[in-house]
């Protein structure tokens, strides 16, 4: 039997669900070389919070799998140090709450580079949707470097322009493999990776652009599964921010036996200029082009083999109206607005402008 303590073995971390901890944890039989885990030998309960008490408690509705080859050292979400809400080892998991805008994590390779080590993160969301979900570890929008002073760099509206694109690391399946998805990224020397996003704001006076696109050869839940690839997808089409562009998904009517879903998509613009310029946008694109687009963000999402054999069969017209100072969000009536226009909202009949959040209730 040998004993294994943090930081003194390579199949440490793969095993025992500890970063940065002292304790030690039993081994039986011999330890994996490196980049191959051992057989599990450390109990993890899977109904660990995860970081959900950390966090954010009830409202830890991202969940991210993530990985450093040899070592995460610590791992922050707005500034908090979350290293010891990390669950599992190889990979570890972390929720937060989707409301979060920083995700920094440290970490070493023990050869000190990119050719054995790197970091790998894919995340999801619990509704499927929100700048969160799909997000994984990747050379674009990231920031990396191999040296910090102090802890600034784990802060919002820290000044990462002096960082570098962070290169992909020799061990690629880290990412493919074992966290689902996305890029092993790397420095050479100790790893040091943030990643700041963005979250859509509502519009005052949006104008909202909305339509329908086909699509056959998906199942349902395999749509609502890659929700931000269709959102990406929506928005390299009409030449927009992602953060502009919402989608539902339903099921096709079917004809044949093809399966298929319908992706409604709503695009909030400031003006009626941008509206139109959307609209012409989406007009102009034909299935062929819509499949280019979903393909893109299926690649840059690393989910790739989730769309083989999708294909477009109708790019619906696009119709605009004007917004109303607020973005309806589907399933919560009147939830978070206090000024709104006359109408149903669920069960209830509300008169705009003069109904507050005790009326919803």
């Known amino acids: 039997m040998a004993a294994l303590t943090t930081g003194a073995n390579v199949g440490k971390k793969k095993n025992c669900a500890s970063v940065g901890g002292e304790w030690e944890c039993d081994v039986f039989g011999p330890v994996a070389v490196k980049g191959f885990p051992p057989p599990e030998v450390c109990d993890h309960d899977e109904d660990e919070d995860c970081g959900s008490d950390a966090t954010s408690g009830s409202d830890a509705d991202v969940t991210c799998s993530l990985v450093i080859n040899d070592e995460i050292t610590a791992v922050y979400v707005d500034g908090q140090d979350v290293t010891g809400s990390l669950c599992g080892g190889w990979p570890a998991t972390l929720r937060f709450s989707s409301s979060a805008s920083l995700f920094a994590i440290s970490g070493y390779d023990n050869e000190g580079g990119c050719q054995y080590g790197g970091f790998a993160m894919r995340c999801t969301t619990a509704d499927g949707t929100g700048p969160w979900h799909g997000l994984t570890a990747d050379t674009q929008n990231w920031r990396a470097t191999n040296w910090v002073s102090g802890s600034s760099w784990t802060q919002l509206g820290f000044d990462d322009s002096a960082w570098q694109t962070p290169s992909v690391g020799g061990e690629p399946e880290y990412g493919t493999d074992l966290v689902g998805g996305g890029d092993t990224i790397c420095v050479e020397g100790d790893f040091y990776f943030r990643r700041e996003v963005d979250h859509p704001t509502p519009l005052e006076s949006p104008f909202l652009v909305t339509g329908d696109l086909t699509f056959e050869g998906m199942t349902y839940e395999a749509a609502q599964d890659n929700t931000d690839v269709f959102v990406a997808a929506v928005a390299d089409l009409c030449g927009v921010a992602a953060s502009a562009v919402t989608v539902e998904i ?112």
């Open 250 to 361: 339903s099921e096709a009517r079917r004809r044949r036996l093809a399966e298929g879903i319908v992706v409604t998509y709503t695009v909030g613009v400031a003006t009626a200029n941008e509206a139109q310029t959307v609209t012409s946008a989406i007009s102009s694109s034909s299935t062929a082009d819509v499949d280019a687009a979903i393909s893109k963000a299926a690649t840059d999402a690393g989910v790739e083999g989730d769309f083989d054999g999708v294909t477009t069969t109708n790019v619906g017209t696009p119709t605009t109206c004007e917004g109303s100072g607020y973005v309806a969000v589907s399933g919560r009536g009147c939830w978070s607005y206090i000024h709104m226009d006359d109408g149903w909202y669920g069960d209830r009949w509300l008169s705009g402008g003069s109904t507050s959040l005790e009326d919803c209730a």
